[in-house]
């Protein structure tokens, strides 16, 4: 067969996918202890209402002897939600960051390849621990190693995208097969490995139908997404935001896009060996600025799958020939895709654009990562359809 897509070059497993190969540690690292807890105590803090200047306060951050990745996630972890909470954990949104902040976000940002605000990578994908070390990673056995607020709804709407991310690691490792097959010629392998990528969607889509069990939308609009936002479009920062002490940006408001699911790389994997394709607007722009905030390694396994053949052009390619096998495996991967999308679609207008505004910096009609969400969730799911083989 020709040679496979290697997951494990790119730091991912089919065991758990874009997760990090070893369990976050839940300790407190030894290496400015006193930053990593203030950040884990900011459930009790933010209501206090001074936590710009409980941060302002803390001693030097010290940045030297971080070394190993788990080290720099640690440390982009707690920099991003102190980061966060400075800018969203009071009423009137600043319009700087205090280069005691700034000045080591930046470089721990730097040193990962990522922005200096929070992302995907930070809030999900290295923000987890397991209850039983010898259990799965799945709902009901991970826990949140850090919060805003805190509470069931915060933590729940979180660990669900943990537990679709362990998931996704089987779908990453049959769409390497079935490329490395198409490659080949070998259709009957071709279809074998698109019916395991059909199963492991099915899985991905009934943890996010779980997604109302214990995220309340009123308590999620409220309460867990005011924490997440960006300074890009955003009304409370029409300026950005200034990160004192930073050469590199000399002064000028940065505009950074917010936390968002469209940082996650499973989906536009999916979407690069499935076939599935996105028109050269503005929202194929946004998509491309999105892999800005994913890790590094997660780019390029993307990259490498978006080299590959897709089984859309396989089918396409064969014509009237094409065993309908092989199409019927990929048209169930594509119409899967296009239910989460879909679902994903219904909880935004449900979660977020019918709720009521309560807050500049909080608005209903505008994404966390600064964009026309329901337009380009629409788009999204409507493109997916469209793939579907006739």
Sequence with gaps: MTHLVDLHAYGVTAERGFLPIADPSAGIPATNPEWHQTARDLPSLIPSGKIRSIIEALPEFRSEQLETEEDLEAAMRTLSYLGMAYVWGEP???????ARLAVPWHEIAAALGREPILSYAS???????????????ALGNIALLQHFLGGLDEAWFILIHVD???R????????AHAQAAISDGNDGEATAALNQLGDALDGILGTMKRMPEACDPYVYYHRVRPYIFGWRDNPALPGGLVYEGVTAYAGVGQTFRGET???????PCLDAVLGVGHAPDQLREYLMEMRRYMPRKHVGLLEAFEAGPTAASRVESLGAAA???L????????????AFRALHLEYAATYINRQAADATGNPT???TGGTPFMKYLKKHRDETEASLSK
């Design 323 to 325: 065993p309908k096998e």
């Design 92 to 98: 009137e949104s600043p319009s700087a960051l205090p």
């Design 123 to 137: 809030y999900a994908l290295w923000n987890w621990r397991r209850i039983d070390a010898s259990g799965p990673i």
């Design 365 to 367: 009609d505008v994404g």
């Design 261 to 267: 699911g469209a940082q996650s790389t499973i989906v």
């Design 327 to 338: 199409a019927a495996a990929r048209n169930r991967c594509v119409e899967t895709l296009r």
């Design 168 to 175: 996704a690691g089987a779908a990453l490792a049959a769409g």
């Design 164 to 166: 679709i991310e362990r």
